[in-house]
C-alpha cells in the first residue's frame, strides 16, 4: 500500500516527532510513503521511514532536487508549483495529515475529491454541509493514524 503523509515544511518538534513516528509505522507494516518532499512534517516523516528501511517517495514543487529531503529513496522534480498537491494526494492509497497550513488543507481536499480515506492527526478539523460521511477521519496517536489507513483502505 502507498500512504501519502502530509504536513507543513515547517513545524514545532513534537509535530515533527508524531510524523518521525508516522513514517517509521508505515515502513515497518511494509508500505511505501508518498510525501511532497521537502522539510518540516515530510522530512520528519521520511526521516522516519527511512530509518526502518522503508522507502520514500518525494514530489516536489519544483525543479530543485537539492531542496528535497535527504530521506527520500526517490525524488520527483515537477514544476508545478503548489499544484503539485494534487499528485501527493493522488500517488496514496490513503493519506494521512499531520498538523499542516493552507498546503495540507489543499492536499485534504484533492484526497477526498478523489475518494481516499484521509486520516488527521493534530490537523484541520472540517464539517461541510453535504460533505461525504467520513471525510476526515481523527486519529489520537501516530500508530492510530496507520491503523485507521489500513483498516480502511482494506475495506
Same mark, same amino acid.
Given at each position: 500500500?502507498?500512504?501519502?503523509?502530509?504536513? +507543513?515544511?515547517?513545524?514545532?518538534?513534537?509535530?515533527?516527532?508524531?510524523?518521525?513516528?508516522? =513514517?517509521?509505522?508505515?515502513?515497518?507494516?511494509?508500505?511505501?510513503?508518498?510525501?511532497?518532499?521537502?522539510?518540516? %512534517?515530510?522530512?520528519? +516523516?521520511?526521516?522516519? $521511514?527511512?530509518? &526502518?528501511?522503508?522507502?520514500?517517495?518525494?514530489?516536489?514543487?519544483? &525543479?530543485?532536487? #537539492?531542496?528535497?529531503? #535527504?530521506?527520500?529513496?526517490?525524488?520527483?522534480?515537477?514544476?508545478?508549483?503548489?499544484? #503539485?498537491?494534487?499528485?501527493?494526494? !493522488?500517488?496514496?492509497?490513503? %493519506?494521512? !495529515?499531520?498538523?499542516? =497550513?493552507?498546503?495540507?488543507?489543499?492536499?485534504?481536499?484533492?484526497?477526498?475529491?478523489?475518494?481516499?480515506?484521509?486520516?488527521?492527526?493534530?490537523?484541520?478539523?472540517?464539517?461541510? +454541509?453535504? $460533505?461525504?460521511?467520513?471525510?476526515?477521519?481523527? !486519529?489520537?496517536?501516530?500508530?492510530?493514524?496507520?491503523?485507521?489507513?489500513?483498516?480502511?483502505?482494506?475495506?
Amino acid at each position: 500500500m502507498y500512504i501519502s503523509v502530509i504536513g +507543513a515544511g515547517e513545524c514545532a518538534s513534537e509535530l515533527a516527532d508524531k510524523a518521525s513516528e508516522v =513514517g517509521a509505522l508505515i515502513a515497518k507494516r511494509g508500505h511505501v510513503l508518498v510525501c511532497g518532499g521537502l522539510g518540516g %512534517v515530510m522530512d520528519a +516523516a521520511a526521516r522516519g $521511514a527511512h530509518g &526502518e528501511g522503508g522507502t520514500v517517495v518525494g514530489i516536489l514543487p519544483d &525543479e530543485d532536487r #537539492r531542496r528535497a529531503s #535527504r530521506w527520500l529513496t526517490v525524488s520527483i522534480p515537477t514544476g508545478m508549483g503548489q499544484a #503539485r498537491n494534487a499528485l501527493v494526494a !493522488a500517488s496514496g492509497d490513503a %493519506v494521512i !495529515a499531520v498538523g499542516g =497550513g493552507y498546503g495540507t488543507l489543499s492536499e485534504i481536499g484533492f484526497a477526498l475529491k478523489l475518494g481516499r480515506p484521509v486520516i488527521g492527526l493534530d490537523t484541520w478539523e472540517l464539517d461541510a +454541509a453535504g $460533505a461525504r460521511q467520513g471525510g476526515l477521519l481523527k !486519529a489520537s496517536s501516530p500508530r492510530d493514524a496507520v491503523d485507521m489507513a489500513e483498516q480502511h483502505v482494506a475495506s
